[in-house]
């Protein structure tokens, strides 16, 4: 099976162009897009460790390493397609246009930070693993029905795979043809428990064999191989060739959250190994600087850049208003259950000090 789903590289580690016929497809302009929003979400990402630190935000779930997976994917998107994020992928959401003052309020625990921009259809984040897939299939097949040329990209983890939500959510789209690109970042743990007690096979691009779509296994932390594959699978979706598993190999380098603790289960060293050969940020710019194309004070002005926005952000969240902790309660059910009004009354109670 390693062998029908060999991993796809376009660029290797020193950052040479292994497959010549992309060659003419790497502008100048994609390149610098790319590297733009690489640093802009490694860096909103590291921010947002720092303020879950200093109790400025709830627990997070950081992708610091897995930058590559989620930039290169979204910027191949249309602005009319489906984005179906998990909680470690608004570094995919904001490189397709959300902002990073709502991504804060969710981490704020924010109902508001689930609301997209305007025209942008982007769902909230799903914490209960994989049940996204099957809500991402069935805007695709929406959108089929209505004739548009729209498709969606759904974003999961490998741990996901092992749930029954990715396999209705994968029959579906094959059995209705859904303009669906599944996108499984195979960051190799399901927090704590490593891919080879999660699975037996080899590939998780081999699963598509069961439902009859296209499989494809990239290399995650090689940008060029992630847009191009992703590209490539959402012209077949709009086309009518139907949906596309895509497993990109990547590495998370930090805890699955801010609320674990990673040396409890793997040795740290492999992310710092990783950090030296496999980094996403580190193999563009050893290929821009092959090309000439690396210039230490544009990426000054980036940087300068993105911690302005990102600073602006905090600075706005930090001024909204304190949540109304009647929300909790309130927007749960259309029309509210009694335990919920029980559960409302004792904390209004717990509240003004006496007991429920
Ligand atoms: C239905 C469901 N079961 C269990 C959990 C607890 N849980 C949260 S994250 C996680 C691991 C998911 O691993 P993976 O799909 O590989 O995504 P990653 O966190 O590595 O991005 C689990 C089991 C959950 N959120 N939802
Ligand atoms: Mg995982």
């Not at 062998?3 to 010549?20: A, K, T, W």
């Not at 969710?106 to 099957?134: D, H, M």
């Not at 002005?301 to 909790?328: G, L, S």
Request: aromatic share 12%.
């Amino acid at each position: 099976m390693e062998q029908q789903f060999p991993m796809i590289q376009v660029m290797d580690y020193e950052g040479c162009i292994l497959m010549p016929e992309y060659r003419k497809k790497i502008t100048k302009e994609l390149v610098m897009a790319c590297y733009r929003h690489l640093i802009r979400t490694r860096m909103f990402d590291r921010k947002c460790v720092s303020l879950q630190r200093q109790g400025r935000i709830g627990t997070y779930a950081p992708y610091e390493g897995q930058e590559a997976c989620q930039v290169g994917s979204a910027l191949a998107l249309e602005e009319g397609d489906w984005l179906f994020p998990t909680y470690r992928d608004h570094g995919a959401t904001m490189t397709f246009g959300h902002s990073l003052k709502h991504i804060l309020l969710y981490w704020k625990g924010r109902n508001e930070g689930c609301i997209p921009p305007n025209g942008k259809k982007i769902f909230p984040p799903s914490v209960p693993i994989a049940t996204q897939l099957p809500h991402a299939a069935g805007a695709a097949y929406a959108e089929k029905r209505k004739g548009t040329m729209n498709a969606a990209i759904v974003y999961f983890g490998d741990g996901a795979t092992s749930e029954g939500d990715f396999h209705e959510g994968l029959n579906f789209a094959s059995v209705f043809h859904a303009p669906v690109v599944f996108f499984n970042q195979n960051n190799q743990y399901a927090i704590s428990v490593p891919i080879t007690r999660q699975m037996k096979t080899k590939t998780i691009a081999q699963k598509a064999l069961a439902y009859d779509i296209e499989g494809v296994r990239i290399d995650g932390n090689d940008i060029f191989a992630v847009y191009f594959e992703t590209e490539k699978a959402l012209e077949r979706a709009r086309n009518g060739g139907g949906p596309t598993l895509i497993e990109a190999v990547t590495w998370r380098y930090g805890a699955h959250t801010t609320a674990d603790d990673p040396t409890k289960y793997r040795d740290q060293e492999e992310s710092k190994r990783r950090r030296e050969t496999t980094d996403p940020i580190r193999r563009l710019e050893r290929f821009m600087k092959q090309e000439g194309w690396f210039d230490e004070e544009w990426v000054q002005n980036i940087q300068d850049e993105v911690t302005a926005e990102i600073d602006q952000a905090i600075m706005e969240v930090e001024r909204v208003p304190e949540a109304n902790p009647a929300d909790m309660f309130d927007y749960v059910f259309a029309e509210p259950t009694w335990t919920i009004e029980e559960q409302k009354k004792a904390y209004f109670a717990w509240e003004r000090g006496g007991t429920a």
